[in-house]
């Protein structure tokens, strides 16, 4: 595996509970990768490790081939660390802030300076860069986060919850920011379960719950492998314009559909389907056909927060 990150088999105890157990995925530069999982799952657990700020029980974690156990200076110089829950200092602007963070990088002179800058601009903070940070929004908190993780140009991003507490625009810039930092060649993992922000933004992830990964890999070959494995038939959701009383006769006549469940009287519908990929489409085209005004057609089971629902079994640990 010649990935930017390995994770390989962490284990954590904290006495005798097991908070993550024999945690392994890996992936590489230029990629989003989403780390998915119920509260308590482990997922804070799993990005200390990789961050060096907490240590494995057993197993170990290489980052550009460097062990996070044995060479936790190498690693923390190239991981920018967004932890889902930071202090704010008293009596500091978001520029003395970030300029803390480069020192501590030990940046110096121009270089520190010019780091300071670069972030303040990417982040578009220019005009509040004079305010202190005890006065910022939530937002704008979460936004300096970042910005902190991003002082010393790392290689890879460690951020822990993100996007919590961001109202839609603030994801949608968020989900912006991290498209560009991927494009520009570094490896992000991310942690969420808020599946809906993750879907479109990443191209591997792995699902944990109760500390154990339970699937990872392409966000799409796993759907595509749970739909194999899933020997119940797939699901419409079917709605019209408005409300028509022949529809449900007219359903139950229709080829491939197996089974029909009336949701609102007479205007919406699950459909228990039995074809594939080519005849679903055809029980559309028979509505359409027929006359009848579809407003939704849909094949349920296809996001991620489907995907999410259908392999964890939502128990806390
Ligand atoms: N220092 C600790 N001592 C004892 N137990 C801990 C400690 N840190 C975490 N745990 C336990 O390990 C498990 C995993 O916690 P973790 O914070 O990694 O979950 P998470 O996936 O980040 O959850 P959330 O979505 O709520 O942030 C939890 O049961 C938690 O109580
Ligand atoms: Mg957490």
Redesign the pocket.
């Known amino acids: 595996m010649g990935d930017l990150i390995v994770v390989d088999n962490l284990t954590r105890m904290?006495g005798s509970?097991t908070?993550i157990k024999d945690v392994s995925f890996s992936f590489d530069s230029g990629s989003i990768f989403g780390f998915i999982?119920?509260?308590?799952?482990?997922?804070?657990?799993?990005m200390r490790i990789l961050s060096t700020l907490d240590i494995a029980t057993t197993g170990d974690a290489f980052i550009n081939g460097y062990s996070v156990i044995d060479e936790p200076d190498k690693v923390r110089s190239m991981i920018g660390f967004m932890p889902?829950y930071y202090g704010a200092p008293k009596n500091m602007t978001i520029k003395d802030y970030l300029d803390f963070f480069a020192r501590a990088y030990l940046l110096k002179g121009e270089k520190r300076r010019k780091s300071v800058e670069y972030v303040i601009d990417f982040m578009d903070m220019k005009k509040i860069q004079d305010k202190h940070v005890v006065t910022l929004s939530k937002g704008m908190k979460q936004r300096l986060c970042l910005g902190r993780a991003l002082i010393h140009d790392p290689k890879i991003l460690i951020l822990d919850?993100p996007a919590a507490g961001l109202d839609p625009r603030a994801r949608i810039e968020l989900r912006e920011l991290l498209k560009i930092l991927a494009e520009r060649g570094k490896a992000i993992l991310i942690?969420s379960?808020i599946l809906t922000e993750l879907s479109e933004l990443c191209d591997s992830c792995a699902i944990i719950e109760q500390?154990k990964i339970l699937s990872h890999g392409n966000v799409n070959e796993i759907q595509e492998s749970l739909q194999l494995n899933n020997k119940s038939l797939p699901v419409i959701s079917l709605s019209l314009l408005e409300p028509n009383e022949d529809i449900l006769i007219h359903l139950n006549e229709i080829p491939f559909v197996e089974q029909v469940e009336e949701i609102t009287k007479g205007k919406k519908f699950k459909l228990k389907v039995n074809g594939n990929k080519n005849q679903i489409p055809q029980i559309l085209k028979n509505l359409i056909d027929s006359g009848y005004l579809v407003m939704e057609f849909k094949l349920e089971g296809q996001n991620l927060e489907d995907l999410f629902l259908n392999i964890t079994k939502g128990e806390v640990?």
């Open positions: 904290f509970f908070a999982g119920p509260n308590g799952a482990g997922k804070t657990t799993t889902d919850e942690s379960h500390g640990q």
